[in-house]
């Protein structure tokens, strides 16, 4: 049996001071009123459930994500991590990231969080435009944005990622690029530079905004701002991760190379490793029902093993993201398949010069591959998912 591994842990903390229109992710609106001590409760009982998921591995990274994880207070996330430590061992160099807004860091300053334990601050700027900030239903201004990653540094946080959105309603080339070189004068380790998407059951999906860029729009967009991260000196080493000084986020790195992760809280979701396979588990994703759940005693994880073809497939999912391209003996290692079964599937993408082979055993997207990298991932969805690519068409 190959290695474990690597092991992170993923905590959800899930309220927000409000949803923002164009947000899918499992996030909850009403942060004042929300029942903070007893969900801080069912997430310290979440975690002796995931410590016997771990198999003695320490962590390698935490990361605090939300919702908005900076409407608890430092106490609170300090509490939190304390409990984290007293269940699992933590690698000297352990990242612990916490996901924070501009202006909401409202619990109390960024250094309460440092002294709590974060060493990582992830700040949603999003854009500095506040025409697109308003549009963006974002409750912050710019000069939010500057002030928090400037107390944060003052803080002692050397290690702060900055997220800002393309193609936004009535964005052209030169405000997109505008947005990079505010952001990059704050000189923060990380930009996560991604592109605006409607996703179903948001506000956006059903009444679409206004004068969003066109696809040829978005594609210059993105050409110009990866040129321009490079040049102020941001290595992009993933879709949408750009990095100074190899200052890579750990713990999204691990989820690339498809390593172990666990998850704790309302919709966490994980991916265990174990002597019986790989297997995927998920937890109740409206919170009420996650806190019932655990108070009831009902939180044993049940978790379902993924088959030879899901395996295929969330590998490929993750790792076609990675600049440099993945190994294919990571590929055996941490799925436990033969390459022959890898190889076979992208035969007919080289073909296509969607990805190309380096050095006999490492495999990268080519510029086309990286250009229509939701196609390519499909390719490697299962046949019951009813495969069907325009590669595949043709």
Known sequence: MAPLPPLSLYVHLPWCVRKCPYCDFNSWSGAAEAPRERYLQSLIADLDTAKGLAAGRSLISIFLGGGT???FTPAEI?????????????????????????????CGAPGGYREAGVNRL?????????????????????????????????????????????????????AAMHDIEMAAALQPTHISWYHLTLEPNTVFYARPPADLPDDELSYSIQQSGESLLAALGYERYEVSAFARDGRYCQHNLNYWSFGDYLAVGAGGHGKISTEHGISRYMRPTNPQQFMNAIEAGEGDVLPAVLSDEDLLFEFMLNALRLMAGFDERLF???????????????????????????GGHKWIPTTTGQRFLNDLQAHFLPEKQGRTTLFEAG
């Open 78 to 106: 300090g509490r939190l991590l304390e409990e984290v430590g007293k269940r699992f061992s933590l690698v000297d160099d352990v990242e612990i990231t916490m996901e924070a807004n501009p202006g909401t860091v409202e």
């Open 332 to 358: 055996t290692s941490r799925t436990g398949l033969p390459v022959d079964i890898l190889r076979r599937r992208l035969e007919p993408l080289v073909e296509r010069e969607l990805i190309c082979e380096r």
């Open 122 to 174: 992830s700040i949603g700027a999003q854009s500095f435009d506040a025409t697109k900030l308003a549009a963006l239903g974002r409750i912050h201004t710019v000069d939010d944005i500057g002030r928090t990653v400037n107390e944060a540094r003052d803080a002692g946080f050397d290690n702060i990622n900055i997220d800002i959105m393309y193609a936004l309603p009535g964005q052209g080339v030169a």
């Open 69 to 71: 994880p900076s409407v």
